[in-house]
């Protein structure tokens, strides 16, 4: 018999793969997101995912208003 592989990922390979492109599932309320130019929107729930283009290191930031 073959192990069983655990199916929950990180929050950090959540971010991971919304940046690849890989998931369009929005974090907060699971909704479909929009790729446009730098940044990923969810249109339900208004948040925001952007890249901090002025480091060396890539930095994420993550911005959602409450109602």
């Not at 060396?56 to 993550?62: D, K, P």
Request: hydrophobic share 35%.
């Amino acid at each position: 018999m073959s192990s069983v592989a655990p199916l929950h990922r990180t929050l950090e390979q959540e971010l991971q793969a919304l940046l690849r492109g890989a998931s369009l599932e929005c974090l907060v309320c699971g909704e479909f997101v929009l790729h446009t130019g730098g940044m990923i929107t969810c249109p339900e729930c208004n948040s925001c995912l952007r890249r901090d283009h002025g480091s060396a290191e890539t930095q994420l930031q993550f911005d959602s208003q409450a109602g």
